[in-house]
């Protein structure tokens, strides 16, 4: 059926439209998944002891090609490069197969960068001490004919810095393996506990068909 439009001058919409809206088309666009945001929350999970890992295996990849990520505050007992796994129709990859490269800019004006070909994880930043946050999107991960990636960003301090400073790391990495990948794993590279986090993950919804 067609549709109408939010607004006005919309001259290259997907779906045919007929006018303005109406209430029966909200709901049935709503009830569809169409409208009313592009974020879906899957899970939600919130520190309440220490660990060293934390797993989400439940990601609806079949329904997604691509997911959010979000970290708040995320900190670890000790310095550490926090990072991502994916589980591969339920197994763990931990073997040096992910390649992965980012750069990082400091409020005080120096720049580094970080790569690797061969490694057991996909970093999210550099060597974090204090909270970090970031956001992550994640590519095809429900797609056995395709590569999984990972684009982010991430923003600290360095509080071996004397005053702190600001760091800020952006990047991205893949999994070149074509799988199916159904969990993902958020660590630190160096195994330590986790003393804070706040980590959501989300579906991005396809808001419209042709």
């Known amino acids: 059926m067609p549709y109408g439009y939010l607004g006005q001058n919309q001259p290259k919409q997907t779906v045919s439209n007929s006018g303005v809206f109406s209430i029966t088309d909200v709901a049935e666009?709503?009830?569809?998944g169409k409208l009313g945001g592009s974020l879906e929350?899957?899970?939600e999970q919130t520190y309440s002891s220490a660990v060293s890992f934390v797993d989400f295996t439940s990601i609806q990849e079949?329904?997604?090609?691509?997911h959010f990520m979000t970290f708040n505050n995320v900190d670890f007992a000790s310095e550490q490069v926090p990072?991502?796994?994916?589980?591969?129709?339920g197994v763990l990859?931990?073997?040096?197969?992910y390649q992965y490269a980012e750069q990082s800019c400091q409020s005080n004006g120096s720049f580094a960068e970080s790569k690797d070909t061969a490694s057991t994880f996909l970093g999210l930043g550099n060597f974090a001490v204090g909270a970090s946050n970031v956001y992550c999107y994640l590519y095809n991960l429900g797609n056995s004919s395709k590569y999984s990636f990972i684009s982010f960003h991430n923003v600290n301090t360095d509080a071996d810095a004397s005053p702190s400073e600001a760091v800020a790391n952006f990047g991205g990495g893949v999994l070149p393996q074509a799988s199916t990948v159904d969990?993902?794993?958020f660590t630190g590279a160096g195994g330590a506990n986790l003393s804070s986090f706040n980590i959501k993950l989300y579906g991005v919804k396809q808001i419209w068909v042709t």
């Open 62 to 66: 079949n329904k997604y090609d691509v």
């Open 41 to 43: 929350l899957i899970e």
């Open 93 to 97: 990859e931990t073997a040096g197969v």
């Open 83 to 89: 990072a991502l796994r994916f589980y591969e129709s």
């Open 183 to 185: 969990g993902i794993r």
């Open 29 to 32: 666009l709503q009830s569809q």
